[in-house]
């Protein structure tokens, strides 16, 4: 007996609802047995890490805040993974446009009006899109790779931010720390719950999912995007250029990125510092496909891997966690996730081996 792996025709609604929940419920049992292996309350752990975050009021300011640039991000990448177009590289993307908008705010740092922020967070989007235009170019001009250079356009973006801060945009007045002078009022973000560090960030991730979603499933674009990425000999056939969805998808996968990343340099950051790059687009790499590439599903993906930053926080404070010791049951949370995503969409089948005839 031989055992193949095949996709499945179509997995049940059931199945793709209830994966996720079986992966965390696996998680959480191994993830008690190895801090206790490692000398800790293990239950207590797995408490603080997934129902604290949830049970305690104070930490769902921290959960609209770690999930809005994650949705945001994942969103884009869900538009550009539905036309089989591999933007890898968000995370370099939300850097630059965290850049071009920090550049708006130094060239009107002595100005004041409540025009100044809409123009940093139109920067923002224009500098990841621009950033993302790159290897868009790269793969319709020359048929290059877009995993490569997205990927390798990051680590351009790292140095290109630290040149930054350590050189040129250096505040005078940090006292040699390398970091940009402080946002004023009017290039921050604002709060919108009184009393929160929930700012305006939250509700444009809500806005961004919600309208993304609306133009996937209503627009020409959306079916174009839906069409490219199913069917590339059809889409020919209707007329869609896949070289120009390439660009549409990577530009706006590019564009959410900048914006997560001014709204970050805008909101919790308010300045731009070396450690600004917080792996956010690589996160939303996960989120996205956690949430089956549809915007309302990374909006929920994004709250889960939320809860896990969040609750690592919390057991690193209160039950003295090593940071290593969290980051193996985060990892350990987003593969199990993966793994069950895997699963619900394949499937072992059990085959007789084929045997030859023997000779007369």
């Known amino acids: ?11 049940s609604r059931l199945m793709l609802y209830l994966a ?17 292996v490692m000398g800790y309350d293990g239950i207590g752990a797995v ?5 604290t975050p949830l049970t305690n009021p104070y930490k769902w300011q921290d959960l609209a805040v770690k999930a809005s640039p ?3 991000i994942a969103v884009g990448l869900s538009v550009a993974y539905r036309a089989n177009v591999w933007n890898i590289g968000a995370e370099g993307q939300y850097i630059v446009g965290a850049i071009a908008g920090t550049g708006v705010a130094l060239l009107t740092y002595n100005l ?4 100044i922020l809409p123009l940093m967070l139109v920067a923002g989007m224009a500098g990841g899109a621009a950033y993302a235009a790159i290897p868009a170019f790269l793969r319709t001009r020359f048929r290059v790779n877009e995993i490569l250079t997205t990927l390798m356009l990051t680590y351009a973006s790292v140095n290109l931010l630290n040149y930054l801060v350590f050189g040129p945009w250096k505040s005078p007045t940090a006292m ?14 604002p709060y919108v719950v009184p009393g929160t560090i929930i700012h305006l960030g939250t509700p444009i991730a809500i806005a961004v999912a919600l309208i993304v979603w609306l133009v996937m499933s209503r627009s020409v674009f959306g079916f174009q995007i839906r069409t490219v990425g199913l069917a590339p000999h059809a889409a020919r056939y209707g007329g869609f250029s896949a070289d120009r969805t390439v660009w549409m998808a990577l530009l706006l996968s590019g564009a959410l990125a900048g914006l997560a990343g001014i709204l ?4 919790p950051f308010g300045r731009l510092v070396p450690q600004f790059p917080t792996n956010y687009g690589f996160t939303a790499i996960i989120v996205a496909f956690l949430g089956r590439l549809h915007p309302i599903g990374c909006l929920f993906a994004g709250i889960i891997l939320a809860i896990t930053f969040v609750g690592g926080e919390v057991a690193q404070t209160t039950m003295r966690l090593p940071f290593a010791a969290v980051g193996v049951f985060q990892a350990m949370v987003l593969f199990l996730l993966l793994a069950a995503d895997f699963f619900v969409r394949h499937r072992f089948r059990a085959v007789e081996p084929k045997t030859s005839a023997r000779p007369a």
Do not use: C, H, Y
């Open 264 to 267: 970050e340099a805008a909101g």
């Open 176 to 189: 040699g720390q390398p970091q940009t002078v402080l946002f004023s009022l009017d290039q921050s973000l």
């Open 112 to 115: 004041s009006g409540p025009w």
């Open 70 to 72: 994650l949705v945001i």
């Open 20 to 36: 996720p929940i079986l992966a965390l419920a696996i998680t959480a049992v191994l993830g008690a047995l190895l801090f206790s």
């Open 47 to 51: 408490r603080e890490i997934f129902l």
């Open 1 to 11: 007996m031989q055992f193949r792996l095949e996709k499945r025709a179509e997995p």
